[in-house]
Nanobody, 120 residues
Framework: QVQLVESGGGLVQAGGSLRLSCAAS????????MGWFRQAPGKERELVAG???????YYKNSVKGRFTISRDNAKNTVYLQMNSLKPEDTAVYYC??????????????WGQGTQVTVSS
């Protein structure tokens, strides 16, 4: 069983930055993918960024150049650095883990979510 705990959300003005952290505990498969999703009120949950165990990355088009996903293997932690934030980035952000080297398909574990609010 894997547990994911997010932190780092908050309120920031447009143009500001936040860094989200996701600490993972428990055993993971040798091939896995970590991802950051977000869900805004009235909208579906969407994948924002993904990072495979092989080092491949995925970014939603609207965050390319502004968000960066990274990991610290020693700390079992994945980060989402968010720069140049916009009001439309406001959402609950979720960390997720998938037991395969792909961001396509079902995700196996989810964190509890952290609120990010960007004021204009």
């Amino acid at each position: 069983q894997v547990q994911l705990v997010e932190s780092g959300g908050g309120l920031v003005q447009a143009g500001g930055s936040l860094r989200l952290s996701c600490a993972a505990s428990g055993r993971t498969s040798s091939s896995y993918t970590m991802g950051w999703f977000r869900q805004a009120p009235g909208k579906e949950r969407e994948l924002v960024a993904g990072l495979t165990s092989g080092g491949s990355t995925y970014y939603k088009n609207s965050v390319k150049g502004r968000f960066t996903i990274s990991r610290d293997n020693a700390k079992n932690t994945v980060y989402l650095q968010m720069n140049s934030l916009k009001p439309e980035d406001t959402a609950v952000y979720y960390c997720a883990l998938k037991n395969s080297d792909s961001w396509i398909g079902q995700w196996n574990y989810w964190g509890q979510g952290t609120q990010v609010t960007v004021s204009s």
